[in-house]
């Protein structure tokens, strides 16, 4: 398995303890070499797979890395390694050590959406009008600061803090209330629990005595003290990453964490990958030209491995239908030549940008997959089975019983609705609660006759539900559609088609699991889903549409970037950090192994309206636009009677030429076709 790398990796890989930093650039074989350090512990040396912890930036990649790593030790472990992500990790933490905290281990992770849609409702009683994104964040902070409500009430100030703080108490009590956690309780809480038990800090340090970790440029304080905690018996922990691919500063990465790992763990290793194996030369040297023009960073020299290749391309278009076209057009020259459409991904800087390209694909009928974009889970159909699961393995979980009270219409009102929450709220209990221990006389007035009459019903058919899900998961599927009618209920909507097709993925996705593992829990079902991130739906045979922060770690033959224009790509605005701007410009061209084309449009619609835009900086900075103005200023020397070369039209004889903005046009006769172009795009024949 060494011999698959070079001197700086397998000296890496076989680094077996104390700290282990490998800062290397885009494409060295960091991955790479953590994957085969992984397999050389478990396989060589004899670590035993329980005592490693290998943490990666999305469930793929853990995925991905632990097939590779037990692929090359044949099948010399025991049982396989745990590799996942941070919030993987905690999460199966939580499930052993929460009770420590007084709380029940049958919680439910909710996800951002439900996160908003409860800030919402919390705002709404209380009269605040604050954004909801600010006011999510602001209690994303406080928890990634280790911060309780409490302290934050006591040292709020500003107004908007301090009707922040006063959400985040609500909103913290009602999760707690309804054993609900969050994303970042996920990291919050199982740090928590280590920080105030030393018997389990010390335990679970010894159990795992080798810890890597992937992108460690994008973990936040957090995470850092985490991983602090993880290492308090031992310093065996190797991370990997690239300062100039730090890309979610705006989501509380902290750079320093890699910079400064050296100080923060003593006599800490450092290696440094200096080849890269992953792109031509031309590509490499946009990328390195790029991102030298960042003033924070520590400085990297990366040699391509793979030496020459195709120019980088520049494709010019009018607008954003334009530029969807001429893509599309582009990608059908490849896959006629036979290339696979797996092979070919298009990147954008923000999600606006990917509208365009979906129906220009659409219209070209190219198959894609859009990463990201409305997630699968995120659908109200998939959201309504999700919260029905959600009820089945926690009746009190009121947040996703309100979803599925009335859904589909069981024609339970609003009043009967708020009534049955009165009720509930006087004798403390949850909604479920309420409706369980009351008799439907007791209920009814409480509620309505008619009202009460179906709140009994549903309960009972909860309880259906719940016995049919023990049995078996696999035919629950059947039993909880003919039960409840989802289908149905949607079906009749205008867009019924499509999501009686997405319901049907879903059912086919839950029988799917319980066929790979039989052992599988409705609990366990929900909590896998919730923790699935954008990359993970990257599979299948098609083009991949995606963001450039989905993209981190991954690499394709043909890649195309849009939107290379200034405000868009650098993304300008309130808050902008150049310098992440710039560092996300490295990363999307550092995705492409052979051709790269970098796009960039006249105008776009965007906000309501029309907008002129100019080239990116970037494409400036990369070298990329200096030889095409070069070229434009060599052009601009031609002359009546010269003759040029087309890449379609082939060789013609300039008859005029005229300036057009910065460039000259040209009107060209090839073989008696008179044609207008732009200089730029001609040479000398
Ligand atoms: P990124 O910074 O984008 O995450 P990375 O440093 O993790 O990149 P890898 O993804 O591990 O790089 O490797 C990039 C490509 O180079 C992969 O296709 C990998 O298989 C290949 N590669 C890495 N090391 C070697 C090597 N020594 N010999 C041949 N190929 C290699
Ligand atoms: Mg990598």
């Given at each position: 398995?060494l011999?698959?790398?070079?001197?700086?990796?397998?000296?890496?890989?076989?680094?077996?303890?104390?700290?282990?930093?490998?800062?290397?650039?885009?494409?060295?074989?960091?991955?790479?070499?953590l994957t085969?350090?992984?397999?050389?512990?478990?396989?060589?040396?004899?670590?035993?797979?329980?005592?490693?912890l290998t943490?990666?930036?999305?469930?793929?990649?853990?995925?991905?890395m632990?097939?590779?790593?037990?692929?090359?030790?044949?099948?010399?472990?025991?049982?396989?390694?745990?590799?996942?992500?941070?919030?993987?990790?905690g999460?199966?933490?939580?499930?052993?050590?929460?009770?420590?905290?007084?709380?029940?281990?049958?919680?439910?992770?909710?996800?951002?959406?439900?996160?908003?849609?409860?800030?919402?409702?919390?705002?709404?009683?209380?009269?605040?009008?604050?954004?909801?994104?600010?006011?999510?964040?602001?209690?994303s902070?406080?928890?990634?600061?280790?911060?309780t409500?409490?302290?934050?009430?006591?040292?709020?100030?500003?107004?908007d803090?301090?009707?922040?703080?006063?959400i985040?108490?609500?909103?913290?009590?009602?999760?707690?209330?309804?054993?609900?956690?969050?994303?970042?309780?996920?990291?919050m809480?199982?740090?928590?629990?280590?920080?105030?038990?030393?018997?389990?800090?010390?335990?679970?340090?010894?159990?795992?005595?080798?810890?890597?970790?992937?992108?460690?440029?994008?973990?936040?304080?957090?995470?850092y003290?985490?991983?602090?905690?993880?290492?308090?018996?031992?310093?065996n922990?190797?991370?990997?990453?690239?300062?100039?691919?730090?890309?979610?500063?705006?989501?509380?990465?902290?750079?320093?964490?890699?910079?400064?790992?050296?100080?923060?763990?003593?006599?800490?290793?450092?290696?440094?990958?200096?080849?890269?194996?992953?792109?031509?030369?031309?590509?490499?040297?946009?990328?390195?030209?790029?991102?030298?023009?960042?003033?924070?960073?520590?400085?990297?020299?990366?040699?391509?491995?793979?030496?020459?290749?195709?120019?980088?391309?520049?494709?010019?278009?009018?607008?954003?239908?334009?530029?969807?076209?001429?893509?599309a057009?582009?990608?059908?020259?490849?896959?006629?030549?036979?290339?696979?459409?797996?092979?070919?991904?298009?990147?954008?800087?923000?999600?606006?940008?990917?509208r365009?390209?979906?129906?220009?694909?659409?219209?070209?009928?190219?198959?894609?997959?859009?990463?990201g974009?409305?997630?699968?889970?995120?659908?109200?159909?998939?959201?309504?089975?999700?919260?029905?699961?959600?009820?089945?393995?926690?009746?009190?979980?009121?947040?996703?019983?309100?979803?599925?009270?009335n859904?589909?219409?069981?024609?339970?009102?609003?009043?009967?609705?708020?009534?049955?929450?009165?009720?509930?709220?006087?004798?403390?209990?949850?909604?479920?609660?309420?409706?369980?221990?009351?008799?439907?006389?007791?209920?009814?007035?409480?509620?309505?006759?008619?009202?009460?009459?179906?709140?009994?019903?549903?309960?009972?058919t909860?309880?259906?539900?719940?016995?049919?899900?023990?049995?078996?998961?696999?035919?629950?599927?059947?039993?909880?559609?003919?039960?409840?009618?989802?289908?149905?209920?949607?079906?009749?909507?205008?867009?019924?088609?499509?999501r009686?097709?997405?319901?049907?993925?879903?059912?086919?996705?839950?029988?799917?699991?319980?066929?790979?593992?039989p052992?599988?829990?409705?609990?366990?079902?929900?909590?896998?889903?919730?923790?699935?991130?954008?990359?993970?739906?990257?599979e299948?045979?098609a083009?991949?549409?995606?963001?450039?922060?989905?993209?981190?770690?991954?690499?394709?033959?043909?890649?195309?970037v849009?939107?290379?224009?200034?405000?868009?790509?650098?993304?300008?605005g309130?808050?902008?950090?150049?310098?992440?701007?710039?560092?996300?410009?490295?990363?999307?061209?550092?995705?492409?192994?052979?051709?790269?084309?970098?796009?960039?449009?006249?105008?776009?619609?965007?906000?309501?309206?029309?907008?002129?835009?100019?080239?990116?900086?970037?494409?400036?900075e990369?070298?990329?636009?200096?030889?095409?103005?070069?070229?434009?200023?060599?052009?601009?020397?031609?002359?009546?009677?010269?003759?040029?070369?087309?890449?379609?039209?082939?060789?013609?004889?300039?008859?005029?030429?005229?300036?057009?903005?910065?460039?000259y046009?040209?009107?060209?006769?090839?073989?008696?076709?008179?044609?207008?172009?732009?200089?730029s795009?001609?040479?000398?024949?």
């Amino acid at each position: 398995m060494l011999d698959e790398l070079n001197d700086a990796q397998r000296e890496a890989a076989t680094h077996i303890d104390g700290p282990l930093l490998i800062l290397a650039g885009a494409g060295s074989g960091k991955t790479k070499t953590l994957t085969t350090r992984l397999a050389y512990l478990l396989g060589e040396v004899g670590i035993d797979p329980a005592n490693t912890l290998t943490l990666t930036f999305t469930n793929k990649a853990a995925t991905e890395m632990r097939d590779r790593a037990l692929r090359m030790i044949g099948d010399k472990a025991a049982y396989p390694p745990l590799l996942c992500t941070f919030h993987k990790f905690g999460l199966i933490f939580l499930k052993f050590h929460i009770e420590r905290l007084g709380r029940d281990n049958r919680f439910v992770i909710i996800d951002s959406d439900d996160k908003k849609r409860l800030i919402r409702s919390l705002a709404k009683d209380q009269k605040i009008d604050l954004n909801l994104s600010f006011l999510a964040s602001e209690i994303s902070k406080y928890k990634n600061t280790l911060l309780t409500p409490e302290e934050v009430v006591a040292k709020a100030e500003l107004p908007d803090y301090k009707k922040a703080a006063r959400i985040y108490q609500l909103y913290q009590e009602n999760i707690e209330e309804n054993n609900l956690v969050d994303f970042d309780d996920l990291l919050m809480l199982t740090y928590r629990i280590l920080e105030e038990n030393e018997d389990l800090r010390k335990e679970t340090s010894q159990r795992y005595q080798y810890i890597m970790v992937d992108e460690y440029q994008d973990t936040n304080e957090l995470q850092y003290k985490l991983l602090r905690q993880l290492c308090s018996e031992h310093d065996n922990l190797c991370v990997v990453g690239d300062d100039d691919q730090s890309i979610y500063g705006w989501r509380g990465a902290n750079i320093r964490n890699i910079l400064d790992f050296h100080q923060h763990f003593d006599n800490t290793k450092v290696v440094k990958l200096e080849t890269n194996y992953r792109s031509t030369r031309p590509i490499l040297e946009a990328a390195n030209a790029l991102i030298e023009h960042n003033s924070k960073r520590l400085g990297k020299k990366l040699v391509s491995h793979r030496g020459d290749g195709p120019e980088v391309e520049l494709l010019h278009s009018l607008d954003e239908a334009h530029e969807a076209r001429n893509i599309a057009q582009k990608i059908k020259g490849l896959l006629a030549e036979g290339v696979d459409p797996d092979e070919i991904a298009v990147l954008y800087r923000i999600n606006a940008l990917s509208r365009s390209l979906e129906e220009g694909f659409s219209r070209e009928g190219l198959p894609f997959k859009l990463i990201g974009g409305m997630r699968f889970y995120e659908r109200a159909e998939i959201k309504d089975i999700i919260s029905y699961f959600r009820v089945l393995s926690n009746p009190h979980d009121d947040f996703s019983f309100l979803r599925i009270i009335n859904k589909p219409k069981r024609g339970l009102g609003k009043t009967s609705i708020d009534k049955l929450m009165r009720l509930a709220h006087e004798r403390q209990q949850s909604l479920y609660q309420a409706i369980e221990s009351s008799s439907e006389a007791e209920l009814a007035s409480a509620v309505s006759k008619k009202a009460a009459k179906t709140l009994k019903t549903l309960n009972e058919t909860i309880h259906e539900l719940q016995d049919e899900a023990e049995k078996s998961l696999y035919n629950f599927v059947d039993f909880f559609e003919e039960k409840i009618g989802l289908k149905d209920f949607y079906g009749s909507m205008v867009d019924g088609f499509e999501r009686i097709l997405n319901i049907d993925e879903f059912y086919g996705y839950l029988r799917d699991s319980v066929m790979k593992n039989p052992e599988l829990t409705l609990d366990e079902f929900l909590n896998d889903i919730s923790l699935q991130s954008d990359q993970d739906e990257v599979e299948g045979d098609a083009i991949t549409i995606m963001s450039i922060h989905a993209a981190k770690g991954l690499e394709f033959e043909h890649l195309y970037v849009i939107g290379m224009e200034e405000e868009f790509f650098p993304l300008l605005g309130d808050g902008c950090n150049m310098e992440e701007e710039r560092r996300l410009g490295y990363v999307a061209i550092t995705r492409a192994k052979t051709h790269l084309t970098l796009c960039y449009s006249d105008s776009r619609f965007y906000k309501g309206r029309r907008k002129q835009l100019e080239k990116s900086r970037f494409l400036g900075e990369a070298g990329l636009i200096q030889n095409a103005s070069l070229k434009v200023t060599r052009n601009a020397e031609y002359k009546k009677g010269d003759l040029v070369k087309h890449k379609i039209f082939g060789i013609g004889r300039v008859q005029a030429v005229s300036k057009s903005g910065k460039e000259y046009k040209l009107r060209i006769n090839f073989g008696g076709t008179k044609k207008e172009i732009l200089s730029s795009f001609v040479q000398p024949a």
